[in-house]
């Protein structure tokens, strides 16, 4: 996992030298910061102020989507990156493979399988079916969904789909 450098004085760093496994982070906001305020000490759950805190020194930091989709990428599950908690970056790597699971569904309809879709993929199998081609009525009828639902599922779809172009944005498959 990457962790930020310290340095002297217990100032946190992401120095220079790591500029390499972080690129572009040669300044974001923590690098001044005390290393403990982002990563606690093992074993030690981070508080709610710390949280707070860390959250808003993220808030600012010119290269927080950066710091966060190389935090998702990478699978980090320690302290707070691009001003995310461990359990708010699980939950985005969840969305990630939901939505890659979504469209192996979809797949599956369009090829006229039945598959059991549960409703935690419905976002991304409606998403997936629109995405090739079908109409909101169409895709009711093969998910057996009402057309509010489906309205729902894609609405859920877009944010899914809106933080997935980000990852590939800011950190693309096979650049972590």
Not at 20 to 40: E, H, I, M, T
Not at 93 to 114: H, I, N, P, W, Y
Request: net charge positive; charged share 25%.
């Amino acid at each position: 996992m990457i962790r930020p450098v310290v340095v002297q004085r217990g100032r946190s760093a992401i120095e220079a030298s790591a500029t390499p496994v972080l690129p572009g982070l040669s300044a974001p906001a923590c690098r001044n910061a005390d290393p403990a305020l982002f990563f606690p000490a093992y074993g030690v759950p981070l508080s709610e102020p710390q949280i707070t805190a860390a959250k808003e020194l993220c808030a600012g930091c010119p290269v927080r989507e950066e710091c966060l989709a190389i935090a998702v990428r990478s699978d980090e599950s320690d302290g707070i990156w691009g001003g995310t908690t461990p359990l708010e970056r699980r939950r985005m790597r969840v969305q990630l493979a939901r939505m890659d699971q979504g469209a192996e569904l979809a797949r599956a309809v369009v090829s006229g399988e039945e598959p059991e879709v549960v409703q935690a993929l419905r976002p991304a199998v409606v998403h997936s079916l629109f995405r090739m081609g079908w109409n909101a009525e169409r895709i009711g009828d093969a998910l057996k969904l009402t057309s509010s639902q489906v309205q729902t599922a894609r609405g859920m779809a877009a944010r899914a789909q809106a933080f997935l172009a980000f990852m590939e944005r800011h950190c693309p498959k096979g650049r972590t």
